[in-house]
């Protein structure tokens, strides 16, 4: 199985850098993913890392460690748009093939002015 | 416009009902899956299908069923359902189950039963 923490809150000023750590424990790791989910609407995707390192996209970052278990999403430049929960994924592969995507529980980021 | 769309949005029933929740995509996706939210316990995985005719099991597959029987539409299914099942259900797909495929999610459906 697998278990994925992440915290629940958290709160930043418009502009600043923020970053949303994820930590994961499972047997077949096959990729992390982080994805946004505004309030009432679907999550849409962010970001995917399958080896160690950072990946840059635009004003959000993903890095990866896969010997810790542990990923990042990093905010720059953050507006008040960004509001919203961050999903962190874990996709397993599974005994006797196929993929399992597992979400964690969300972070609930709150932009401030 | 490549998508991935859910019927009803909004249902409300009553409890033993049987109903079934829509979900078709129009991006010739192999992989469909359906989740549920619910505050606190995140996304969670009911049931998915690695292509036509394949489905399997997720985490919280009890009270549920699915079939896949051409590519573009994945059903879920509520035989009779429990005010346990009230939630928030999102269907998604990706063009196959692993590498860096993104799941693109339907915009969910919002059950109350009753």
């Known amino acids: 199985g697998q278990n994925i923490d992440q915290p629940t809150e958290m709160t930043a000023t418009e502009g600043a850098i923020v970053q949303i750590n994820c930590t994961y424990q499972t047997s077949g790791f096959n990729g992390l993913f982080w994805y946004q989910q505004h309030a009432g609407e679907a999550p849409t995707f962010l970001s995917y890392n399958v080896l160690d390192g950072l990946e840059e996209k635009g004003r959000f970052s993903s890095f990866l460690s896969r010997s810790k278990g542990y990923s990042y999403l990093l905010l720059k430049e953050l507006q008040m748009k960004d509001s919203a929960s961050y999903l962190c994924?874990?996709?397993?592969?599974?005994?006797?093939?196929?993929?399992?995507?597992?979400f964690g529980t969300g972070t609930q980021l709150k932009v401030e002015l | 416009e490549a998508q991935v769309t859910q019927n009803p949005r909004y249902l409300i029933t009553v409890t033993g009902k049987k109903l079934t929740v829509t979900c078709s995509q129009n991006m010739n996706h192999e992989y469909m899956s359906w989740y549920r939210q619910d505050p606190g316990l995140g996304l969670r995985q009911i049931y998915y299908s690695m292509n036509v005719e394949v489905t399997d099991k997720g985490d919280v597959p009890e009270g549920y069923k699915v079939s896949r029987k051409e590519k573009r539409n994945f059903p879920l299914i509520l035989e009779s359902p429990s005010p346990n099942q009230t939630s928030l259900y999102f269907c998604a797909s990706s063009p196959h189950g692993g590498g860096s495929n993104e799941q693109f999610f339907g915009p969910g459906t919002r059950l109350t039963v009753l």
């Open positions: 994924a874990v996709r397993d592969i599974l005994t006797g093939g196929g993929n399992k995507l597992t």
